[in-house]
């Protein structure tokens, strides 16, 4: 595929997927490393997310999954879960995959993300059911 093409695909990918908050992100590198910019873009977004092994649902939660437990990317974390949000993923379902790594990451892990799903559902107006 050619860089064009494959620069296309990952600015739709990451627009469906963020909404709009993920090109302000890349936009932000763009001063400092656009060579990273340029990589999220047409490497992680038009090469990997936009592969058709998975659906998008699929890939927020494997997202979500790794951000958790690294317990280092905040806000990326935060992007993310509002992605899986944009792609249909539902509250509960997001909780679940939050609290899953508590097994294999730690408690603090899950709970730092549940904070940030937390804030994400209240910038949303989300209601979480129990």
Same mark, same amino acid.
């Given at each position: @595929?050619?860089?064009?093409?494959?620069?296309?695909?990952?600015? &739709?990918?990451?627009?469906?997927?963020?909404?709009?908050? %993920? $090109? $302000?992100?890349?936009?932000?590198?763009?001063?400092? #490393?656009?060579?990273? =910019?340029?990589?999220?873009?047409?490497?992680?977004?038009?090469?990997? !997310?936009?592969?058709?092994?998975?659906?998008?649902?699929?890939?927020?939660?494997?997202?979500?999954? =790794?951000?958790? =437990? !690294?317990?280092?990317?905040?806000?990326?974390?935060? *992007? /993310?879960? /509002?992605? =899986?949000?944009? *792609?249909?993923?539902?509250?509960?379902?997001?909780?679940? *995959?939050?609290?899953? @790594?508590?097994?294999? #990451?730690?408690?603090?892990? $899950?709970? +730092?993300?549940? +904070?940030? #799903?937390? &804030?994400?559902?209240? &910038?949303?107006?989300?209601? *979480? %059911?129990?």
């Amino acid at each position: @595929m050619s860089e064009t093409k494959r620069e296309k695909l990952g600015e &739709e990918t990451l627009s469906t997927i963020t909404g709009g908050t %993920g $090109a $302000a992100v890349v936009e932000s590198l763009k001063d400092i #490393a656009p060579d990273l =910019a340029d990589w999220i873009i047409s490497f992680s977004y038009g090469d990997v !997310m936009s592969r058709p092994g998975l659906d998008k649902r699929s890939r927020q939660f494997s997202t979500i999954a =790794a951000l958790t =437990a !690294m317990g280092t990317a905040a806000p990326q974390l935060k *992007v /993310h879960i /509002h992605g =899986a949000l944009n *792609v249909g993923c539902t509250p509960s379902e997001i909780i679940e *995959v939050i609290l899953q @790594m508590s097994v294999y #990451a730690g408690f603090p892990a $899950a709970i +730092n993300g549940l +904070n940030i #799903a937390r &804030e994400v559902f209240r &910038e949303r107006g989300v209601t *979480v %059911g129990t």
